[in-house]
């Protein structure tokens, strides 16, 4: 599929979650959710990314003493999110609609970057994690926690058919984890199935090349 006709599909598709994203999805993924942020090992002073911020789901779970940027294609999603910094009274937090295969941010600018449900449901995986690569800071953690292709055999084919339909819902259910990885040149060193489901994966970012 083409990648600007495919990122419309996630654009239109996330518009019309936006108003019940968070009656749906709260509950189910914040286990997984509040694990990743933990994995961080978030400190006062940390620059911290979020990509795919969505409605800002994961905002309650951030200490107060980092600075949070947050960045989502959508801004439907967005204004949700916005809605809760308002809320919550964090200052500490700068919202940003923005392409991630195309952040408009320096190199080495962050001491964490994690994206949350987030990898699969973008056109350019690859891309997004070369992105997320280039924008830590040497030694920096990289998290992300998503659903990626089942290890087993049956299951994966189903997932193989059943991608092109998911994709107009805005995620592809047949990510492969070894090729995202190996094609980013991003090398886990701590990985976890937090259920059949979802795999949360940490990353040290290596510095760059010489």
């Known amino acids: 599929m083409d990648a600007a006709l495919e990122k419309r599909q996630v654009k239109r598709a996330y518009k019309l979650y936006a108003p019940a994203y968070d009656f749906v999805f709260d ?120 659903h990626f292709r089942s290890p087993h055999r049956m299951v994966s084919q189903i997932e193989r058919l059943i991608s092109p339909m998911t994709v107009h819902i805005g995620f592809k259910a047949d990510l492969d984890m070894g090729m995202l990885f190996e094609h980013a040149a991003v090398v886990p060193d701590w990985t976890e199935r937090l259920n059949r489901l979802w795999t949360l994966v940490h990353c040290t970012c290596p510095p760059p090349p010489e």
Request: charged content about 20%; proline content about 5%.
């Open 27 to 146: 509950w189910i993924f914040h286990p997984g959710r509040e694990a990743a942020i933990q994995l961080l090992d978030i400190q006062r002073g940390h620059n911290v990314l979020e990509v795919g911020i969505g409605t800002g789901l994961n905002l309650p779970l951030y200490p107060t003493n980092c600075r949070l940027t947050g960045i989502d294609l959508s801004e439907e999603m967005l204004q949700k999110a916005q809605d809760k910094v308002v809320e919550l009274g964090l200052g500490n937090v700068t919202l940003k609609t923005m392409d991630a295969t195309t952040m408009d941010f320096g190199q080495g600018e962050f001491d964490s970057v994690v994206a949350t449900y987030t990898i699969s449901a973008v056109p350019d995986p690859v891309g997004v994690l070369r992105e997320m690569k280039r924008v830590v800071k040497p030694g920096g953690n990289i998290v992300i926690l998503n």
